[in-house]
Each structure stands twice: as C-alpha cells, then as structure tokens.
C-alpha cells in the first residue's frame, strides 16, 4: 500500500458499495474499515454529535459527510470514493501511527475536507477561514480541528497532517522540527513488515544540494528551532533535514524509541532532543554524527518516476523499491 498518490477505485467495488448503500447514506458500509456512527445516548459523544451536526446544518451542496468517529469527513465526491478515503487512508494511517507512537486518538471531534480539484478546495479554504490556501496540498488548523485537502493531489498530505493530530493529543509540547519532520517522512508512505514507513520522496535534492553547497543546517541548531525560526528563512530545507533525520533513525530501527524516549520527558526538558537524539544513535558528539549522516543522504536516490494520470491531472510519484539498501 502506497498512499503517495491517489488511489482510484475499480468499477466493480464502486457498484458493490452503492448496492450495500444508497447515496443518501451518512455512516460508512460495514466491513469497510470505518466504525459506524453510534452517538445516541452516549455522553462521550455528545461533542462529536453536536459537531456532526453543524457541519450537517452548513454543508455545501454537491458535497456528502461521512462520520466516523473521531473524523467527520467531508468531501465532493461520489460517497464510495469518500468512504474508501476514510477507510484506506484516514483510519488505515491512524491504526499504524497509534500502534508505533500515540497511546490515543484526538480527544475531541476532527473535521476534514478532502476536496477532489484545485478549484473546489480553494473555494473550501476560502468558505471555511476566509482567505485562499497558502499551499496546493492541504493543510490542519489545529485550534480549528479542521483539515482541508486537495486530495488530488495523493494521501500523503493527508497522512501528513493527520500526524500533527495525533501529536497534538497525545505530546503537545513536540518541538516543531519533530512535528514536521514525522508529518513529512509519511508524506510518501507505506507498509513495510506490517509497519507504516515513510519512503524517499520528492525532498531529497532539496536536502542533498544545500549538502553539496554547505548549506545544511547543523543539526544541533535544527532541534533547538523554535517554531518562529522553523517557519522562516529556507523552510523547505527545514522540513528536508528533519524528515531525512527521522529516515535514518527508521531505517537503522532507532525512530520509535527515539520518539519514545523524547516525548517521555514532560514537562518538556529545554531542548532535549540532541541529548536524546545522541543517547539513542550511541554518538559522543552531533557534530561528528553529522558527517555521518550527510555521507548517508548523499547515497540516497530515486530510481526512478511514474506519473499517475487522474482525469486531467497528471500527480508525480516515486517507486517505493528506491530506497531499498
């Protein structure tokens, strides 16, 4: 499973799922991998409920909802295509997260708009905060609980932000760079042994020119940003460092006890991470892992590329076998 690229559904399991239920239906098909809705008489629903129905009461037309707990899904497409988003992408993207690194889901309701052009997300993003979005691919307003996605453009912004959701629910206090740079290592993402994985992805020369120029950020100054300072200056080159960071700790095996040791330390210790970061490398010093760790992005590459063509639009992907060692 390869969740870098839209996923088109097959004709056959697109009549199955309008058989077993009509378009009007608001709760997903059984065994399709998203929960039924279940609010009535239950007190630790209440919130999701009144959230289902605002959203309900201001739904656009053209649209349709999916509720499946902790999600309130919304999109613009035929309700099976919505449906197999949530259950292929949204739930299958929790379940793996949550078994590597979150004990729990988002306490309270998630909003998320998976909208199928340029055009119908732009007109989301305005309706919904009132100005255009500022990236083509999606984005999570974490004091809003709202996501919004071009969903064109593949599932992996979507797993993307579903990280920052998770993270905010369960280590709100998560330096930037870490939030971002797990976001980013799942935006091409897959299963590997039974275990989500994040593959090379289109950030790599980013991250390998600034090497051969000099330009890399050091790494002790990487986990000591502030948000402010991740968020300026060249943030592209930001979230490739951090993410080709998190990479190597994945495919020596270290990422998850890393994160787990990290986020351990709450109240969050003042810029713990390149303490943390050395005991579980088995390094004296970040600057001589750093060497290290540049020769090791210099050997990565992308064997090579396919073009994913849905309707008009043509999505850029990588062959998931690149990074294979």
């Not at 949530?86 to 306490?107: C, E, M, T």
């Not at 050091?218 to 960071?245: C, D, I, N, V, W």
């Not at 760790?293 to 073009?307: C, I, N, P, R």
Request: glycine share 10%; net charge positive.
């Amino acid at each position: 499973m390869l969740l870098g690229f839209p996923l088109i559904l097959g004709g056959c399991v697109l009549a199955w799922l309008m058989f077993q239920h009509g378009p009007d239906s608001g709760i997903a098909p059984k065994g399709s991998g998203v929960e039924d809705l279940r609010v009535q008489g239950s007190r630790a629903n209440q919130p999701y409920a009144a959230r289902l129905a605002e959203v309900r009461r201001s739904l656009p037309p053209g649209h349709i909802i999916v509720a499946s707990p902790p999600y309130i899904v919304v999109g613009d497409q035929p309700r099976p295509v919505v449906t197999r988003h949530v259950a292929q992408n949204i739930h299958w993207s929790g379940r793996h997260l949550k078994r590597l690194y979150f004990a729990r889901d988002p306490v309270r309701p998630i909003e998320i708009w998976l909208l199928s052009t340029p055009q119908s997300y732009a007109q989301a993003t305005l309706a919904l905060f009132g100005r255009p979005p500022s990236t083509p691919y999606g984005f999570y307003v974490a004091d809003r609980r709202t996501m919004v996605m071009n969903i064109q453009t593949g599932g992996g912004t979507l797993v993307h932000e579903l990280v920052h959701a998770y993270m905010t629910a369960n280590f709100p206090d998560c330096p930037t760079w870490l939030n971002e740079g797990l976001g980013s290592l799942y935006e091409m993402v897959g299963e590997r042994n039974g275990r989500i994985w994040g593959y090379v992805n289109w950030r790599l020369p980013v991250l390998q020119k600034a090497i051969a120029q000099g330009r890399v950020v050091p790494l002790t100054k990487l986990l000591g940003m502030s948000a402010k300072q991740f968020y300026s200056g060249p943030t592209g080159l930001h979230y490739a460092e951090a993410r080709f960071l998190l990479y190597y700790l994945q495919v020596k095996g270290l990422l998850v006890r890393f994160y787990r040791r990290l986020s351990s330390r709450q109240p969050m210790e003042n810029n713990a991470g390149p303490t943390v970061l050395r005991e579980v490398l088995g390094e004296r010093s970040l600057d001589s892992f750093q060497k290290k760790w540049e020769a090791f992005v210099g050997k990565l590459k992308v064997s090579y590329e396919v073009q994913v063509t849905v309707g008009d639009a043509q999505v850029r992907t990588f062959d998931p076998i690149q990074d294979r060692e």
